[in-house]
T-cell receptor, first 115, second 117 residues
């Protein structure tokens, strides 16, 4: 079973601060996806990283996939109250398997940004 | 574009009653996933289908849980009999994925919040 561990579990910061969320595993993943979930809604995809060492930027959000494809990080610069939500990483099995798009999710990081 | 549609949004039932959750995936998607979300366990994959065929149901907690996908546009998750520990938010998600797909994005519905008293 492939497991993903996210840290920290909770993060409470002031507007304007920077933060990093980590997603780690002992398994190798073909890809890692990051989702954001708001109360009362389902998770929504933010980004997919596929290549070891890959860095993707989405406005103030920077995503990195580890060289060994076992870990990933999400960095938010100058956080805003609108960034508040549950951030989930999700991994897909190593290519060549019969995955049909199946994803394993981490426990999530609950981020609260105070004005 | 209509997203994944789940019904009902909220369900409150008494222990022992049958509960049926419904999902309409995005048109053209061929993989459908049922997840359960709780504070303790996070998002757990219960079962998933590809081209209406169940691929892996190893996440279904007990025989009280069953899922069907009679056609490409409809799936149900049934709990019979329900128990208080089944209380959770149940999500349906869909994607277009091949057997070896590994980066297909999941599109989630807004979930059904189930409370069993």
């Amino acid at each position: 079973t492939q497991l993903l561990e996210q840290s920290p579990q909770f993060l409470s910061i002031q507007e304007g601060e920077n933060l990093t969320v980590y997603c780690n595993s002992s398994s190798v993943f073909s890809s890692l996806q990051w989702y954001r979930q708001e109360p009362g809604e389902g998770p929504v995809l933010l980004v997919t990283v596929v290549t070891g060492g890959e860095v993707k930027k989405l406005k103030r959000l920077t995503f990195q996939f580890g060289d060994a494809r076992k870990d990933s990080s999400l960095h938010i610069t100058a956080a805003q109250p609108g960034d508040t939500g549950l951030y989930l990483c999700a991994g897909s099995a190593v290519a060549g398997g019969t995955s049909y798009g199946k994803l394993t999710f981490g426990q999530g990081t609950i981020l609260t940004v105070h004005p | 574009d209509a997203g994944v549609i789940q019904s009902p949004r909220h369900e409150v039932t008494e222990m022992g009653q049958e509960v049926t959750l419904r999902c309409k995936p995005i048109s053209g998607h061929n993989s459908l996933f049922w997840y359960r979300q709780t504070m303790m366990r996070g998002l757990e994959l219960l079962i998933y289908f590809n081209n209406n065929v169940p691929i892996d149901d190893s996440g279904m907690p007990e025989d009280r849980f069953s899922a069907k996908m009679p056609n490409a546009s409809f799936s149900t998750l049934k709990i019979q009999p329900s128990e208080p520990r089944d209380s959770a938010v149940y999500f349906c998600a869909s994607s277009f994925a091949l057997m070896s797909s590994y980066n297909s994005p999941l599109h989630f519905g807004n979930g059904t919040r189930l409370t069993v008293t």
